[in-house]
T-cell receptor, first 114, second 115 residues
Framework: EPEVTQTPSHQVTQMGQEVILRCVPI?????FYWYRQILGQKVEFLVS????????KSEIFDDQFSVERPDGSNFTLKIRSTKLEDSAMYFC????????????FGSGTQLSVL | AQKITQTQPGMFVQEKEAVTLDCTYD???????LFWYKQPSSGEMIFLIY??????QNATEGRYSLNFQKARKSANLVISASQLGDSAMYFC????????????FGKGTRLSVIA
């Protein structure tokens, strides 16, 4: 069964460093998303991406964040200068976008900013 | 305002029994979708079941069923014949406007299945 894959599963970084979280969405899906979950809290929307551009973003997704689809398969989230409060589980998700609204999530990347 | 409300922070159920996890939602959009996800201790988000606002029948997927009561704006998840592996966090989520708008999650319910 096709699945969304995310790498790495864990990332530890120093405050102020740049990190790139990587995702390979399901191959025939057209819409891509990043969500995050701070420990013990609910899952929060960051950004959605369609047709090579951001379609929607939340207040959390400030200038420190960017997304990119560098090739036909990868979808990345970059945090330019990490802060302690960026520590969270980051989930990538994708959906077909053809009236099927189901989102399928990857296993997540646990980001720890020290 | 909260769009998704899960009032049960934690639930216990005996193995092989059925359990209902509550979810109420708030929207003025006539077209929306409701989702349940399972998050085991390993952290991944596993899609369980989906209900569209125009669906006439309650959704079912194996041991999972969604008790959709549109007038009451509730979308409770029913897990039948609970198994130890069902112990996890369960999130209710909603997506408005039938499009690819962001999924909004509730705070979750931690289900513990007891042998």
């Amino acid at each position: 069964e096709p699945e969304v894959t995310q790498t790495p599963s864990h990332q530890v970084t120093q405050m102020g460093q740049e990190v790139i979280l990587r995702c390979v969405p399901i191959s025939n899906h057209l819409y891509f998303y990043w969500y995050r979950q701070i420990l013990g809290q609910k899952v929060e929307f960051l950004v959605s991406f369609y047709n090579n551009e951001i379609s929607e973003k939340s207040e959390i997704f400030d200038d420190q964040f960017s997304v990119e689809r560098p090739d036909g398969s990868n979808f990345t989230l970059k945090i330019r200068s990490t802060k302690l409060e960026d520590s969270a589980m980051y989930f990538c998700a994708s959906s077909e976008g053809t009236g099927d609204e189901k989102l399928f999530f990857g296993s997540g990347t646990q980001l720890s900013v020290l | 305002a909260q769009k998704i409300t899960q009032t049960q922070p934690g639930m216990f159920v005996q193995e092989k029994e059925a359990v209902t996890l509550d979810c109420t939602y708030d929207t003025s959009d006539p077209s929306y979708g409701l989702f349940w996800y399972k998050q085991p201790s390993s952290g991944e988000m596993i899609f369980l079941i989906y209900q569209g606002s125009y669906d006439q029948q309650n959704a079912t997927e194996g041991r999972y069923s969604l008790n959709f009561q549109k007038a009451r704006k509730s979308a409770n998840l029913v897990i039948s014949a609970s198994q130890l592996g069902d112990s996890a966090m369960y999130f209710c989520a909603m997506r408005e406007d039938s499009g690819n708008t962001p999924l909004v999650f509730g705070k979750g319910t931690r289900l513990s299945v007891i042998a």
